[in-house]
T-cell receptor, first 116, second 112 residues
Framework: DTAVSQTPKYLVTQMGNDKSIKCEQN?????MYWYKQDSKKFLKIMFS???????INETVPNRFSPKSPDKAHLNLHINSLELGDSAVYFC???????????????FGEGSRLTVL | AQSVTQLGSHVSVSEGALVLLRCNYS??????LFWYVQYPNQGLQLLLK??????LVKGINGFEAEFKKSETSFHLTKPSAHMSDAAEYFC??????????FGDGTTLTVKP
C-alpha cells in the first residue's frame, strides 16, 4: 500500500497544453508539498499546504495552480505548458503538528513531465 | 535564511571502501537536518535525521552522520560501500512551515 502516490508517472505533451498531476497520501499527515526536480537533479519547493491551507507559495509562474481538496490530496494543474516546464514533479507529505516544523518528508515516486 | 552546501557533486569509491559525503549548513535557529537518498527513477527516501538529540545519528543501510555545531557540518558516512549504495544523496535542513532546503545533491558511484 503506497504511502504517497502520484499519477500519472509520465506525461508527454505539446507546448500550450494544460495538464494535471494528482497526489494522495495515506499516512495521516497534515502537510503536503510539490517539489520540482530539474534535469540537473536540483530540488526546489513550489507549494505547500497545511490542513488544506496554502502556507508556502514560492516564486512560481501563475500558470501553476495547486489545489488541496482535503488533507490527503494535493493536485497540481499547469496551464499553457512551456518547454522549461519539463521536469520531474514530486509530491511529498509530512507531519507538522503544532511544532511549525515540517519534519521528515515522505516522497512519491515522481511524475516526469516532458513538453515537446 | 537557511542554506545547504554539499561539497562534491560526484563521489566515486571502490566497493568496500569508506563512503564520506559532505554537507555544511547555515541556519539561524537550531537545525533539523536530514539525509535523503534517491535511486534512479524513484522518489527520495529518508536515510537519517538529526533533531537535537544525539549528535551521532544512525540511519538505514549502515549509514550514519555526525552533527558538528562548531563546524556547521552534517557529513554522511558508511564504513564499507556496497554496489547497491550507488545513488543520488541529498542533504537538507528543515525550516519553519515545513520548508526544507535541499543541497544540490551528490552522485555516489561505487566501483567493483
Amino acid at each position: 500500500d503506497t504511502a504517497v502516490s502520484q499519477t500519472p508517472k509520465y506525461l508527454v505533451t505539446q507546448m500550450g497544453n494544460d495538464k494535471s498531476i494528482k497526489c494522495e497520501q495515506n499516512l495521516g499527515h497534515d502537510t503536503m508539498y510539490w517539489y520540482k526536480q530539474d534535469s540537473k537533479k536540483f530540488l526546489k519547493i513550489m507549494f505547500s499546504y497545511n490542513n488544506k491551507e496554502l502556507i508556502i507559495n514560492e516564486t512560481v509562474p501563475n500558470r501553476f495552480s495547486p489545489k488541496s481538496p482535503d488533507k490527503a490530496h494535493l493536485n497540481l494543474h499547469i496551464n499553457s505548458l512551456e518547454l522549461g516546464d519539463s521536469a520531474v514533479y514530486f509530491c511529498a507529505s509530512s507531519l507538522m503538528g503544532t511544532s511549525g516544523h515540517g519534519g521528515e518528508l515522505f516522497f512519491g515516486e515522481g511524475s516526469r513531465l516532458t513538453v515537446l | 535564511a537557511q542554506s545547504v552546501t554539499q561539497l562534491g557533486s560526484h563521489v566515486s569509491v571502490s566497493e568496500g571502501a569508506l563512503v564520506l559525503l559532505r554537507c555544511n549548513y547555515s541556519s539561524s535557529v537550531p537545525p533539523y537536518l536530514f539525509w535523503y537518498v534517491q535511486y534512479p527513477n524513484q522518489g527520495l527516501q529518508l536515510l537519517l535525521k538529526y533533531t537535537s538529540a544525539a549528535t551521532l545519528v544512525k540511519g538505514i543501510n549502515g549509514f550514519e552522520a555526525e552533527f558538528k555545531k562548531s563546524e556547521t557540518s552534517f557529513h554522511l558516512t558508511k564504513p564499507s560501500a556496497h554496489m547497491s549504495d550507488a545513488a543520488e544523496y541529498f542533504c537538507a535542513v528543515g525550516g519553519n512551515a515545513g520548508k526544507s532546503t535541499f543541497g544540490d545533491g551528490t552522485t555516489l558511484t561505487v566501483k567493483p
